[in-house]
């Protein structure tokens, strides 16, 4: 099993900057794949980017491309997104995944942990 918690959301106003991690406990040297998902409020939870353990990567589309940056460090069972210039578009509760696989999958169905989510709220 494997336990991810989530931690860096809050509120910050448009254009502002926020820096998610997350923390795996548990079987951790299974852990291939990590990903940060979102979900706002009525729709359906979105890939943001994913990492496998040997540093590739893959975001999902170009709304965050050159804003959003994400990152791992292995020995600390820890993932990170960097989220510059933040856009009211960007609220939602970002969620940590993590896989056994490394194919970097976008479906929330590729992935087989989940963490509780954190809030990102962007004020305009």
């Known amino acids: 099993q494997v336990q991810l918690v989530e931690s860096g959301g809050g509120l910050v106003q448009v254009g502002g900057s926020l820096r998610l991690s997350c923390t795996a406990s548990?079987?951790?040297?299974?852990?291939?794949?990590m990903g940060w998902f979102r979900q706002a409020p009525g729709k359906e939870r979105e890939l943001v980017a994913a990492?496998?353990?040997?540093?590739?990567?893959?975001y999902s589309d170009d709304s965050v491309k050159g804003r959003f940056t994400i990152s791992r460090d292995n020995a600390k069972n820890t993932m990170y997104l960097q989220m510059d210039s933040l856009k009211p578009e960007d609220s939602a509760v970002y969620y940590c995944?993590?896989?056994?696989?490394?194919?970097?999958?976008?479906?929330?169905?590729?992935?087989?942990?989940w963490g509780q989510g954190t809030q990102v709220t962007v004020s305009s």
């Open positions: 995944a993590a896989d056994f696989s490394s194919r970097l999958g976008l479906r929330t169905d590729e992935y087989d942990y």
């Open positions: 548990g079987r951790t040297i299974s852990i291939n794949t």
């Open positions: 990492i496998n353990r040997i540093g590739a990567w893959r």
